[in-house]
């Protein structure tokens, strides 16, 4: 049964897409503004499902099984949350439309010409996490770039996100774009079940890694002096240490190792999504390089150095989304990046890697347009 | 101990790949040189091993297990197609070099800018189908953008290829790059096995659809005027069909229907790969794009017509790498394109779509230089 209803959905999301295909831009710039005005009409029922997330969420934080941070990104009442959320819709609204960009274009012959033509990449399967206002960020991305989605936002933000996507399934039955254009699920057996359904699905973003620094990996030859004052800096902020056992052997007996722990070899291959962090000693840049190749996330990674030469070798051999010098970690994000809204942070090597916005939702089609052409006049 | 010795395969292909992302463009060009250069040389073992793979091949081919088109292209010794061979190495030598082009940069702040620069995916898993020469093409494609590649060419050929591929291996150990950067593996059973090995693994590129016209939808409109003389010219060329109800009541009751089969639903989901057809009646435009889009292979969807319009609004809304209007299936080709030696044709929908080249064989990385920059000052 789950799985007749996660096929119609497909289905669903596939019809609009074949529709989604013919819009024009001034469609689709109809259907972001309408959008912008539903939800700016049903702000009321919107913050009051997040109301009601919040009671539940915070039931949760008192038993100790949701964190306080994660509690924070449920809430789309305070500040200017909201407003910012319709702006970011504008703010899409307004760049140029990328779908039926023209990226190359050849004539093969008298009368043959050969055009790569941008287009929508047709059906997303979008995994987000805890902030409800993605969904919003999403679906302005997708219908501007003429994708049909299928998303699915954190299990604590279930009310907002059902009250956020109905007003976006009711402001487009006011336009031409089917309102299947934007379905929500919302469990994980759902996600499970689409995935096997790849026949209707075009693109799957599951959540990003997060920007926080997981592994600390310090140069030999700077240990003794570095070591001691970045361990001090850290315990004073909070944070949870996996030392090894070279740069535990640093630390003066009477230290304070409450907060410390020997490290173990799982340690480089975990996010600790949380004020934690691994420590390894490393030799020079190779030994660095070829660690992070081996247990890093792909993600980002940076080098702090006054050695062009090294920062170089750094930035070329290491395999990742983002190679950084001397600045931190967290500038990994595609408003930090200037790119605007963004989907997500890929990992992947293929596609989009990095931040993911309205170039990552594109693909191309080769346009051919002839006279009757056949190949053999061409042998 | 196949799993073993795949793991194997795929370290010594990464740990390749990490060295190929230091290499210059002249260490690269010097190693395609070189590879030219070896095979050369080694031209008498290639044919022989060609010679050995033709006479097996050719009793398969009386006892009807293989095709006479696929014995065909196993040949590497008649005509030119050796030295076009190593000519496709000296034209991919010559094209400027695809690595390190900075493709977007922006100075987010004083003392800190970003850039996006090409570099290559990684490890690349090709499989390909007869053509030994297809080995050749590919290692050059792949080393010239900086990617290792676990090769599986068709079994038919398998001698010429480990020739060609010990001549490549020969070759890579008098340059700077590992001799595991090019590795030939030859069953199914080892592509299951990699596969599993995702970790080691960036890009599959498995065979590409040929393409051959599979399905021929009618209009209506011109089934009287139009159906005859069309099967006709389809059956003096040898072409099996399958027709529906409908275009099968148009043949006249005298008609010689014994290569003209009755068609069934699954017709229009089969690749015939083969002088083989179906036929099938439709009402409009739409029911074309939507039976297209239904069953299609997403490779390539050709319409004839004078009225610029429907033309337009085919290629709009078929959803395949190549939409043609009045020109034969038979230009969805990398060379006919103009591109050059490609590794195949994708019928996917992310990162390329279409004839594969070089491009497809890239993907980049943001490299952001600072001067000790920290997010919070930007909040």
């Given at each position: 049964?789950?799985k007749d209803s996660l096929?119609?959905?497909?289905?669903?999301?596939?019809?609009?897409?074949?529709?989604?295909?013919?819009?024009?831009?001034?469609?689709?710039?109809?259907?972001?503004?309408?959008?912008?005005?539903?939800?700016?009409?049903?702000?009321?029922?919107?913050?009051?499902?997040?109301?009601?997330?919040?009671?539940?969420?915070?039931?949760?934080?008192?038993?100790?099984?949701?964190?306080?941070?994660?509690?924070?990104?449920?809430?789309?009442?305070?500040?200017?949350?909201?407003?910012?959320?319709?702006?970011?819709?504008?703010?899409?609204?307004?760049?140029?439309?990328?779908?039926?960009?023209?990226?190359?274009?050849?004539?093969?012959?008298?009368?043959?010409?050969?055009?790569?033509?941008?287009?929508?990449?047709?059906?997303?399967?979008?995994?987000?996490?805890?902030?409800?206002?993605?969904?919003?960020?999403?679906?302005?991305?997708?219908?501007?770039?003429?994708?049909?989605?299928?998303?699915?936002?954190?299990?604590?933000?279930?009310?907002?996100?059902?009250?956020?996507?109905?007003?976006?399934?009711?402001?487009?039955?006011?336009?031409?774009?089917?309102?299947?254009?934007?379905?929500?699920?919302?469990?994980?057996?759902?996600?499970?079940?689409?995935?096997?359904?790849?026949?209707?699905?075009?693109?799957?973003?599951?959540?990003?890694?997060c920007n926080a620094a997981?592994?600390?990996?310090?140069?030999?030859?700077?240990?003794?002096?570095?070591?001691?004052?970045?361990?001090?800096?850290?315990?004073?902020?909070?944070?949870?240490?996996?030392?090894?056992?070279?740069?535990?052997?640093?630390?003066?007996?009477?230290?304070?190792?409450?907060?410390?722990?020997?490290?173990?070899?799982?340690?480089?291959?975990?996010?600790?999504?949380?004020?934690?962090?691994?420590?390894?000693?490393?030799?020079?840049?190779?030994?660095?390089?070829?660690?992070?190749?081996?247990?890093?996330?792909?993600?980002?990674?940076?080098?702090?150095?006054?050695?062009?030469?090294?920062?170089?070798?750094?930035?070329?051999?290491?395999?990742?989304?983002?190679?950084?010098?001397?600045?931190?970690?967290?500038?990994?994000?595609?408003?930090?990046?200037?790119?605007?809204?963004?989907?997500?942070?890929?990992?992947?090597?293929t596609h989009a890697r990095?931040?993911?916005?309205?170039?990552?939702?594109?693909?191309?089609?080769?346009?051919?347009?002839?006279?009757?052409?056949?190949?053999?006049?061409?042998?």
């Amino acid at each position: 049964m789950l799985k007749d209803s996660l096929v119609q959905i497909a289905i669903n999301a596939r019809e609009a897409s074949n529709k989604l295909q013919y819009l024009t831009a001034e469609d689709r710039s109809f259907a972001l503004n309408r959008i912008k005005a539903v939800l700016e009409n049903k702000k009321r029922d919107i913050f009051k499902a997040n109301e009601q997330d919040k009671q539940n969420a915070d039931k949760l934080v008192k038993a100790g099984t949701l964190s306080a941070s994660l509690f924070k990104r449920l809430d789309l009442e305070s500040g200017d949350k909201f407003a910012t959320m319709l702006q970011g819709i504008s703010d899409i609204d307004r760049l140029p439309d990328p779908i039926g960009q023209i990226t190359y274009s050849s004539k093969l012959d008298e009368g043959l010409e050969l055009f790569r033509v941008t287009c929508p990449v047709g059906v997303l399967l979008v995994i987000f996490e805890a902030r409800p206002e993605v969904v919003v960020n999403i679906t302005a991305l997708a219908l501007k770039s003429g994708n049909a989605a299928i998303l699915k936002g954190g299990k604590e933000s279930i009310l907002t996100l059902t009250a956020l996507s109905s007003a976006i399934q009711s402001a487009l039955n006011d336009t031409v774009i089917p309102p299947n254009a934007i379905q929500l699920v919302e469990t994980r057996e759902e996600i499970d079940a689409l995935l096997d359904l790849d026949k209707y699905i075009d693109l799957v973003n599951y959540p990003a890694a997060c920007n926080a620094a997981e592994t600390l990996l310090i140069h030999r030859s700077i240990l003794s002096s570095h070591l001691l004052p970045l361990v001090t800096a850290l315990q004073n902020n909070n944070v949870l240490l996996h030392l090894d056992q070279e740069s535990l052997s640093q630390l003066p007996p009477s230290y304070d190792t409450s907060r410390i722990q020997s490290c173990i070899p799982e340690d480089f291959d975990t996010e600790f999504l949380d004020l934690e962090m691994a420590v390894k000693v490393v030799s020079d840049v190779e030994e660095a390089i070829q660690h992070i190749n081996s247990h890093g996330s792909k993600h980002t990674d940076a080098i702090v150095t006054e050695n062009e030469q090294i920062a170089k070798r750094f930035m070329q051999g290491v395999d990742a989304a983002g190679v950084y010098w001397n600045a931190s970690t967290r500038f990994a994000d595609g408003f930090r990046y200037g790119f605007g809204a963004e989907v997500g942070v890929s990992t992947n090597k293929t596609h989009a890697r990095g931040p993911v916005g309205l170039e990552g939702l594109l693909i191309y089609k080769y346009k051919l347009c002839g006279n009757g052409h056949v190949v053999s006049e061409f042998e």
